[in-house]
């Protein structure tokens, strides 16, 4: 582990805070700084952004962020023992790390920020997933954030940067790509975590596209792929049938062979057939 700031090294500060993990938070902890460093610098130009950090637990990431130049950070942890830890981040970074208690889905975050903003985190698996469909599903877009840069279980990451013809092309595939461009940018192993945990993990980095890469209905779209991907190895024209009585005359409408089946589809046609179904 090698040093990037004036603080003790995370296992110092995890011993003195007694942070035990606890597996029902999903806490698996970044301890090497250089990578937590590392991290920060995927995430782009800090400097001039504002950084929603979810889940900062000890604060290995949080301090890489902040040794990479974030101009301001918000971290929100749920968990109250790490509080005191983060507290002594702030006190060496004066002005520049703003720490809420508090559970990330339930917090507005907007009234605590200023744009440009960057979202970094290191969350576990469900809170991760829940808050990305969130961020890429907000009333307006473009949203409050130009960049997301999160961890996953490395199966979810290859779910979210799919292409057509995969098993994991879906719905959550669709749904990055119809507003972001999404890219793995960094794989690590189970080592790299404290507990290990049972899987390897991936670094998804996803800047927003100003305005959707395909005109759609975003309402329909979501009801289009929900049914199409909820019977994956069917035909569309059976497993949209309950959507229109005339569904096999609308796909041939917008070029779709409706014998064909959901995974087959290119993001361009779903976003066409919503469209035409709205
Ligand atoms: N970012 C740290 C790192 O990389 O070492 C900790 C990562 S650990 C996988 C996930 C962290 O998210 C834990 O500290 C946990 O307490 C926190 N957490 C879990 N659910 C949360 C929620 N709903 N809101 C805010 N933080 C949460």
């Not at 004036?6 to 902890?29: T, Y």
């Not at 004066?94 to 744009?115: C, E, F, M």
């Not at 670094?203 to 792929?225: F, I, S, W």
Request: proline share 7%.
């Amino acid at each position: 582990m090698g040093m990037i700031d004036g603080l003790p090294p995370l296992r110092e500060v995890i011993r003195a805070h007694d942070l035990v993990a606890k597996r029902q938070l999903g806490q698996n902890f970044l301890l090497d700084l250089n990578l937590t460093a590392k991290i920060a610098r995927l995430a782009g130009d800090l400097s001039t952004c504002d950084v929603l950090e979810v889940g900062p637990g000890p604060g290995g990431l949080t301090r890489g962020l902040l040794v990479e130049g974030a101009r301001r950070v918000l971290a929100i942890e749920k968990d109250q023992r790490c509080i005191a830890a983060l507290e002594e981040i702030a006190a060496a970074y004066p002005g520049r790390l703003t720490i809420l208690n508090a559970d990330a889905l339930q917090v507005d975050v907007s009234k605590y920020l200023t744009p440009p903003v960057r979202v970094v985190a290191n969350l576990p698996y469900n809170v991760g997933t829940e808050l990305l469909v969130r961020w890429l599903t907000p009333a307006n877009w473009p949203p409050f954030w130009q960049s997301l840069t999160l961890m996953f279980q490395k199966e979810v990451a290859e779910r979210i940067v799919a292409k057509t013809r995969t098993e994991n092309y879906g719905r959550l595939a669709l749904l990055a790509q119809w507003r972001c461009d999404p890219r793995i940018v960094m794989t690590l192993p189970p080592e790299a975590f404290t507990p290990a945990p049972k899987v390897h993990s991936a670094v998804v980095h996803l800047t927003r596209l100003d305005q959707p890469r395909y005109p759609a209905n975003e309402a329909m779209l979501a009801r289009v792929t929900t049914m199409a991907f909820g019977q994956r190895r069917k035909m569309l024209r059976s497993s949209l049938k309950a959507l229109r009585p005339d569904i096999e005359a609308k796909l041939r409408e917008v070029g779709i062979d409706p014998t064909a089946r959901a995974e087959e589809i290119g993001l361009d046609k779903f976003c066409a057939l919503s469209l035409i179904l709205q």
